[in-house]
């Protein structure tokens, strides 16, 4: 199953983003909306991508039992829902009322969808991540509800950090217990400590972590980690950001685990590291949350994972939302009942909870899983997003071209032995100051 909460890649060039939003404003501009053909009375269409269908189910289950409504999910691939909104939003015409958004695509799309203002209260806002609130909210008006949310957390091997063994030598080492890391000088401390040759064949088979170079939002959540509140950029300002001091400070931490990796970081993606981990050549690794239920059956590390919040730099403990919201698009004629749905699912979040990737978005129904066996993941995730150092990516909707055409090229030079940070980054900033421009 796939769900990518994670702000995955798109195949659509940014150009076609902002030909988009053109369009839609020119279609906000002359009235248009509610123009979606007539459909089946007492029905909603729901579009949804990967693994939210199985997520949405029992909520779109209890909605038509207790409204009569029939709730109809379309689960379509990421970019095959990307480009369906996309076409659809830009011809003015919408074949669905609802729509599942990666919050990466808000800023993209918001001059199309249906202000949802009335919904944020005080008591749906309290309930709520900060990082969520403010990434719901484009152009001064909220354009989704979150439906569900993830963050990077912790993994480690508990048969290794609960070896009296390893427990003793790492003490002899280092002058401190081994505990599941909480510092950035922990992660490093572990991550060399179990770096080694296990064969003793000389060659190196158990890496303390990996460093991911193909790949972003492992390197945002450090930059969170050291404090920063402006990730990247400044949407408001224009300001990029990208080479002050915390952006290098993130960036050569980020790469002076290297050694303590396996070869080929530049190449390393969330499903080679997942790989390797669950090969038992890692002891530690910075993932989602939500992998922690889907260890698959013939993992070598089985029944020994252990999970934690992802750790804290200066700033604190830091991780990047994943978020993904409901959203109404203006060409539906099904105004009214589409935004009932959504505070239906919002009221009834807890729903997902027992679903096969099991995410939920509001913090009571993190909270109510507490000491449940199965979802020690949940405290984890929990204290990453609630934690003040964890923001919200820029709202941009040049967001994802600033990722593929920068960031990522940028990583996958960083990792490359003999790298220069401070020289990669400020060549960063000129060439996203040259896209937001």
Known sequence: MKLRSTGGRLRTAAAGIAVLTSAVLAMAGCGAGGGSPAGTAGKLTVLVEGGGKAELQPIADLYQKQTGTTVDLVELPYDGLYDRIQT????????????ALDAIWLS??????????????????RDLFPGLVTEAQVGGSYVGMPVWTNSEILYYRKDLFDSPKEKAAFQAKYGYPLVPPTTWKQYKDA?????????GDGQTDLYGTDVKGAVETEWLATVSQTGEKTMVLDPK????????????????????????????????????????????????????????????????????????PMIAGPGGIAGVPG????????????????????????QHN?????????????????????????HENYPA????????????????????????????????????????????LKQAKTQIEAIEK
């Open 88 to 99: 659809e939003l830009g011809a003015g015409k919408a074949s669905f009322d609802v729509a």
């Open 237 to 308: 300002s224009g300001n990029v950001t990208i080479d002050d001091a915390d952006h290098l400070e993130a960036l050569n931490y980020y790469t002076s685990l290297l050694p303590y990796a396996p070869p080929g970081a530049a190449q390393l993606d969330w499903a080679g590291a997942q790989n390797l981990f669950y090969q038992g050549k890692l002891a530690m690794m910075r993932f989602w949350g939500h992998a922690y239920t889907q260890t698959p059956a013939n993992a070598k590390v089985l029944g020994k994972i252990g999970v934690a």
């Open 191 to 199: 991550a060399e400590f179990f770096t080694r040759d296990t064969n």
């Open 108 to 125: 993209a799309f918001s001059a199309g969808l249906s202000p949802l203002d009335d919904q944020f209260t005080d008591d749906v806002k």
């Open 323 to 346: 978020a993904w919201y409901l959203s109404v698009p203006k060409a539906t004629s099904k105004q009214a009942e589409a935004k009932k749905f959504i505070a239906f699912a919002y």
């Open 381 to 424: 995730i929990l204290t990453t997003l609630k934690s003040p150092a964890t923001i919200a990516r820029p709202a941009t909707p040049k967001w994802q071209q600033i990722v593929t055409s920068v960031l990522t090229p940028m990583l996958q030079k960083a990792v490359v032995k003999g790298a220069d940070n401070a020289a990669l």
């Open 350 to 374: 807890d729903l997902s909870i027992k679903t096969s990737l099991g995410l939920v978005s509001r913090i009571s129904a993190f909270e109510s899983q507490a000491g449940v066996a199965g």
